[in-house]
């Protein structure tokens, strides 16, 4: 467990306080940092299943708020049946803030999707993560896309209970994309019940 404290005359001092308590009161089992994460979806371990997105379409997984500022170097997903033909040059992993801006984008990932196992990919650049939302993009190209590990849902709304569209945590949506846009419109998301597995480390 990692807890990082206010420094003598620091500002907002509620920010790492709060931090602080919540780490402290988390329930003290198996988290991120065990397996060299910072963030994950949801414990991994929960996965039951996989799912593969439409080719070309994001499917777009929200981590757990950054209650701290967070540097993030790569990104992680698990594979569970690998793609049949990926396109070169067409399958990535990226981070988009709450506005929709893509602000850290991994290279051409069609190598490890090749592949089934656990994929933890470098970004191009380190990305220092203020503190609030973050989704981590799949994009996958592919005749069959790669089936991704999950952990399924009986509904969309319940997958994302509570949540509109901008703000869902599962989603798929915008389709007939080749690369990670710089933007993407969150409100044009569609929901998905299919919860599938990110991490950040």
């Given at each position: 467990?990692?807890?990082t404290l206010p420094t003598f005359a620091q500002l907002n001092w509620h920010t790492p306080l709060n931090a602080a308590l919540g780490e402290l009161q988390r329930d003290p089992g198996i988290g991120p940092e065990d397996y060299g994460l910072v963030s994950w979806s949801y414990p991994?371990?929960?996965?039951?299943?996989?799912?593969a997105p439409a080719s070309g379409t994001?499917?777009?997984?929200r981590l757990?708020?950054?209650?701290?500022?967070?540097?993030?170097?790569?990104?992680?997903v698990h594979?569970?049946?690998a793609p049949v033909t990926p396109t070169a040059g067409q399958n990535f992993l990226g981070l988009y803030?709450?506005?929709?801006?893509?602000?850290a984008l991994t290279a051409d990932a069609t190598v490890p999707f090749t592949t089934t196992g656990d994929k933890v990919i470098a970004l191009t650049?380190?990305?220092?993560a203020a503190p609030g939302n973050y989704w981590v993009a799949v994009l996958a190209n592919a005749a069959t896309a790669p089936a991704f590990s999950l952990c399924a849902s009986h509904s969309d709304?319940?997958?994302?209970?509570?949540?509109?569209?901008?703000?869902?945590?599962?989603?798929?949506?915008?389709?007939?994309q080749t690369s990670l846009p710089a933007s993407i419109t969150m409100a044009s998301r569609t929901k998905s019940l299919n919860c599938t597995w990110v991490g950040a480390a």
């Open positions: 467990m990692g807890i991994v371990m929960q996965c039951s299943g996989s799912a994001i499917r777009m997984v757990p708020t950054f209650a701290v500022t967070t540097t993030i170097t790569s990104l992680a594979i569970a049946t803030d709450a506005t929709g801006a893509r602000v650049a380190p990305y220092v709304t319940a997958a994302n209970f509570n949540t509109a569209a901008a703000s869902a945590q599962f989603t798929n949506g915008p389709a007939a």
